[in-house]
């Protein structure tokens, strides 16, 4: 079982005119569940979604950038978003889950997902 | 001045667990707010993997810094109960640096860390980014464990300085490509100073670089090659020191023995010994981003009489010190003056 950490804010410094800072939903972490993610890592700025049944490892492919066809002086891919998968956060929650999540705006919570809810960029 | 908050990261309550929980959180830009954001790393237990520095607007004076506090750090030379990474993987694995400035490069400053390397290309470089990026590596300690791996890969960044670590690799297998710090262009011109460095493929390797590198007061010993790649600036290189004949620069000393310099090379504790050629042999760099302490954080313009190469200063006043190092330090040092 594991854990990914879902960015559920704008961090307080943030600067979203810079392409590749971390956007609102994206998957920021992956931890093996039951590991505490540290006292600051709750809401409002992360939420916490359990994954049954994939260990940590075999979720170490979220955590991939999306590449772009731009090189860089040395000839090599450079990057055109920081983080690729993001959590689907308007549209598949189960009913009362949105509620839930906007409610609970000081400390941590666990929801229980399946990748399905997981999105990828182009 | 600018607003430092310091955040701790550590698997043991801390504030946050990983380096990327931690830089998501604090990414943002610094310079409109006259910030400094400082990540303190806890010795909580092995951190297994760094993060990617990306989505930020630094300068050097609002910054990001990543330190570990005085209780967890190393003692100058591999310390198995302070705080420390083991990286392993393919490209990309250690701290890698995107995008930290706008218009202007920004600073990451790296510092006081371990790192025990398998196959991992390296523990800094600019991975799929343009290359604007400036960086300080200061008194940190990278043993590569076997396989292909580099200590410090400085590819593609900015006006980084390089000071004060202590590299080495731990195997013999000059076939496999590893080097201590390898520096690949671009915008401007590298400072690597001070730095001791054991045992690799490459001790430090000029690879086509497009600004050439400032290099002083390096030991590179033991090496296939000890200052490798392309040919180095000597108006930019001195008082290196190297077990070949390559270390670059004016005054630099080659051809001397590695077991004469450092305290336990089979244990690689790298701290100069007494007697070692490397004493007072090094030039007097000021204090740009801390070049000035050493390995074990003693500052090095406490010393009046001159600094030693690497990076551990063994030569110190007299005051409850090893004067018979101090002495022969000066007599070596009046000796160079009059030759």
Redesign the interface.
């Given at each position: 079982m594991s854990a990914l950490?879902i960015?559920m804010a704008e961090?307080?410094?943030?600067?979203l005119a810079?392409?590749?800072?971390?956007k609102k939903y994206?998957v920021?972490?992956i931890?093996p569940d039951g590991?505490?993610?540290?006292?600051?890592?709750c809401l409002p700025?992360?939420l916490v979604l359990r994954v049954p049944d994939k260990t940590p490892q075999e979720l170490q492919y979220l955590?991939e950038?999306v590449?772009s066809p731009i090189l860089?002086?040395?000839g090599?891919?450079?990057?055109k978003h920081?983080h690729r998968f993001y959590y689907n956060y308007d549209s598949s929650l189960p009913s009362g889950t949105l509620d839930e999540i906007n409610s609970y705006s000081d400390g941590w919570l666990i929801k229980d997902i399946s990748l399905s809810d997981i999105k990828e960029r182009d | 001045m600018a607003t430092e908050t310091i955040k701790s990261v550590g698997s043991s309550g801390r504030d946050y667990a990983t380096l990327a929980l931690w830089e998501a959180a604090r990414q943002g830009d610094l310079v409109a707010g006259n910030l400094i954001e400082t990540a303190e790393l806890y010795a909580d237990s092995i951190f297994t993997n760094c993060c990617t520095f990306a989505g930020w607007t630094t300068n050097d004076t609002n910054y990001i810094k990543v330190t570990v506090p005085a209780s967890q750090r190393h003692a100058g030379k591999w310390t198995a109960a302070k705080q420390q990474f083991y990286l392993e993987g393919g490209v990309g694995a250690g701290f890698n640096v995107l995008q930290i400035g706008t218009t202007n490069p920004g600073r990451v400053i790296l510092e006081w860390m371990q790192f025990s390397l398998y196959d991992t290309a390296g523990i800094v470089g600019n991975f799929g980014g343009l290359g604007l990026e400036d960086v300080t590596i200061r008194n940190c300690i990278a043993k590569k464990i076997d396989h292909w791996s580099e200590g410090f890969f400085i590819s593609l960044l900015g006006a980084s300085y390089i000071l004060n670590n202590t590299l080495y690799y731990l195997g013999g297998d000059y076939a496999q490509q590893h080097t201590g710090i390898d520096v690949v262009k671009y915008r401007t011109a590298n400072i690597i100073s001070n730095n001791t460095i054991y045992g690799f493929q490459s001790g430090i390797n000029n690879n086509g670089s497009s600004y050439q590198p400032y290099v002083k007061n390096n030991i590179c010993m033991g090496c296939a090659t000890d200052f490798a790649g392309s040919a180095f600036d000597a108006s930019r290189c001195s008082n290196n020191m190297s077990s070949d004949a390559t270390a670059p620069g004016a005054n630099s000393l080659t051809s001397k023995t590695a077991s004469n310099q450092f305290v336990d090379v089979a244990n690689f504790d790298l701290h100069l010994k007494a007697g070692a050629d490397a004493l007072l042999a090094g030039v007097d760099l000021g204090n740009t981003w801390g070049v000035n302490n050493d390995i074990d954080n003693y500052d090095r313009d406490a010393v009046t009489v001159g600094w030693d190469i690497g990076s551990h200063q063994l030569s110190r006043p007299a005051a409850g010190g090893d004067f018979k190092t101090f002495s022969r330090g000066v007599c070596r040092g009046v000796r160079r003056s009059m030759a």
């Open positions: 950490i960015l961090p307080p410094n943030s600067n810079l392409p590749l800072s971390t994206d920021v972490e931890l590991m505490n993610p540290g006292e600051q890592v700025i992360f955590k950038p590449m860089n002086v040395v090599k891919p450079t990057v920081l | -």
